[in-house]
Protein backbone atom coordinates (compact mmCIF):
# COMPACT_ATOMS: atom_id res chain seq x y z
CA UNK A 1 0.00 0.00 0.00
CA UNK A 2 0.96 3.82 -0.67
CA UNK A 3 -0.14 7.03 0.49
CA UNK A 4 0.46 10.10 -2.01
CA UNK A 5 0.01 13.43 -1.06
CA UNK A 6 0.52 16.51 -3.95
CA UNK A 7 2.08 19.81 -3.52
CA UNK A 8 3.11 22.55 -5.86
CA UNK A 9 -0.22 23.82 -6.75
CA UNK A 10 -1.05 27.56 -7.20
CA UNK A 11 -1.76 30.55 -8.88
CA UNK A 12 0.61 31.59 -12.28
CA UNK A 13 -0.28 33.87 -15.38
CA UNK A 14 -0.44 32.23 -18.84
CA UNK A 15 3.02 31.35 -20.11
CA UNK A 16 4.34 30.34 -16.54
CA UNK A 17 5.47 27.34 -15.20
CA UNK A 18 4.90 25.15 -12.11
CA UNK A 19 6.08 22.11 -10.80
CA UNK A 20 4.49 19.52 -8.83
CA UNK A 21 5.43 16.94 -6.80
CA UNK A 22 3.89 13.78 -5.56
CA UNK A 23 5.14 12.60 -2.12
CA UNK A 24 4.85 9.02 -1.44
CA UNK A 25 4.70 6.80 2.26
CA UNK A 26 5.67 3.14 2.12
CA UNK A 27 8.63 1.34 1.17
CA UNK A 28 7.06 0.09 -2.38
CA UNK A 29 6.89 2.97 -4.54
CA UNK A 30 9.41 2.09 -6.85
CA UNK A 31 7.23 -0.67 -7.88
CA UNK A 32 4.20 1.33 -8.66
CA UNK A 33 3.84 2.89 -12.12
CA UNK A 34 2.62 7.01 -11.72
CA UNK A 35 0.34 8.94 -13.38
CA UNK A 36 -0.86 12.52 -12.83
CA UNK A 37 -4.77 13.07 -13.96
CA UNK A 38 -6.42 16.44 -13.82
CA UNK A 39 -10.35 17.74 -13.18
CA UNK A 40 -11.61 21.19 -13.75
CA UNK A 41 -14.94 21.96 -12.55
CA UNK A 42 -17.38 20.77 -14.35
CA UNK A 43 -15.41 18.51 -16.42
CA UNK A 44 -14.70 14.71 -16.38
CA UNK A 45 -10.99 13.47 -14.94
CA UNK A 46 -8.47 14.09 -17.52
CA UNK A 47 -5.31 12.29 -18.32
CA UNK A 48 -2.24 14.11 -18.06
CA UNK A 49 0.66 12.03 -18.03
CA UNK A 50 2.40 8.79 -16.66
CA UNK A 51 5.76 7.06 -15.94
CA UNK A 52 6.58 3.13 -15.72
CA UNK A 53 8.15 2.50 -12.25
CA UNK A 54 11.40 2.60 -13.42
CA UNK A 55 10.81 6.15 -15.03
CA UNK A 56 12.43 5.37 -18.23
CA UNK A 57 8.84 5.29 -19.89
CA UNK A 58 6.66 8.13 -20.54
CA UNK A 59 3.29 8.83 -21.83
CA UNK A 60 1.42 12.24 -22.11
CA UNK A 61 -1.84 13.50 -23.19
CA UNK A 62 -1.83 15.26 -26.73
CA UNK A 63 -2.94 18.66 -25.05
CA UNK A 64 0.36 18.47 -22.51
CA UNK A 65 2.79 17.42 -24.85
CA UNK A 66 6.01 19.46 -25.55
CA UNK A 67 4.78 21.71 -22.31
CA UNK A 68 5.15 19.47 -19.39
CA UNK A 69 7.31 16.88 -18.30
CA UNK A 70 6.38 13.68 -15.61
CA UNK A 71 9.63 12.28 -13.91
CA UNK A 72 10.10 10.48 -10.74
CA UNK A 73 12.99 9.97 -8.14
CA UNK A 74 12.73 6.55 -6.73
CA UNK A 75 15.19 7.08 -3.66
CA UNK A 76 12.64 10.45 -2.35
CA UNK A 77 9.32 8.41 -2.90
CA UNK A 78 8.70 11.49 -5.26
CA UNK A 79 7.57 12.27 -8.57
CA UNK A 80 7.06 15.00 -10.40
CA UNK A 81 5.20 17.06 -13.15
CA UNK A 82 6.98 20.38 -14.60
CA UNK A 83 4.34 21.97 -15.93
CA UNK A 84 5.87 24.93 -18.65
CA UNK A 85 3.84 27.63 -21.04
CA UNK A 86 0.94 27.20 -18.97
CA UNK A 87 -2.23 28.10 -20.54
CA UNK A 88 -5.95 29.23 -18.43
CA UNK A 89 -7.56 25.25 -19.84
CA UNK A 90 -4.71 23.49 -17.71
CA UNK A 91 -6.41 25.25 -14.25
CA UNK A 92 -7.86 22.07 -12.84
CA UNK A 93 -7.22 20.15 -9.45
CA UNK A 94 -4.32 17.74 -10.47
CA UNK A 95 -3.94 14.86 -8.49
CA UNK A 96 -1.25 11.88 -9.10
CA UNK A 97 -2.20 7.91 -8.57
CA UNK A 98 0.01 4.72 -8.53
CA UNK A 99 -0.74 1.61 -10.06
CA UNK A 100 0.19 -1.86 -9.85
CA UNK A 101 -0.83 -2.55 -13.81
CA UNK A 102 2.54 -4.04 -15.39
CA UNK A 103 2.46 -0.93 -17.95
CA UNK A 104 1.44 2.40 -18.00
CA UNK A 105 -1.63 3.91 -18.77
CA UNK A 106 -4.23 6.49 -19.38
CA UNK A 107 -7.15 5.03 -17.64
CA UNK A 108 -8.13 6.43 -14.36
CA UNK A 109 -9.92 3.36 -13.41
CA UNK A 110 -6.60 0.94 -13.47
CA UNK A 111 -5.07 3.16 -10.96
CA UNK A 112 -4.84 1.76 -7.25
CA UNK A 113 -4.30 4.93 -4.73
CA UNK A 114 -5.08 8.27 -5.18
CA UNK A 115 -3.53 11.50 -3.63
CA UNK A 116 -6.05 14.31 -2.63
CA UNK A 117 -4.81 16.83 -5.33
CA UNK A 118 -3.71 19.96 -5.55
CA UNK A 119 -5.23 23.02 -7.38
CA UNK A 120 -3.39 24.83 -10.12
CA UNK A 121 -4.96 28.19 -11.55
CA UNK A 122 -3.65 29.68 -14.73
CA UNK A 123 -4.81 33.45 -14.96
CA UNK A 124 -5.69 34.78 -18.61
Known amino acids: QVQLVESGGGLVQAGGSLRLSCAAS????????MGWFRQAPGKEREFVAA????????SYADSVKGRFTISRDNEKKTMYLQMNSLKPEDTAVYSC?????????????????WGQGTQVTVSS
Open 97 to 113: AASTLAIITSQYYRYDY
Open 51 to 58: VSSSGATT
Open 26 to 33: GRTFSRYN
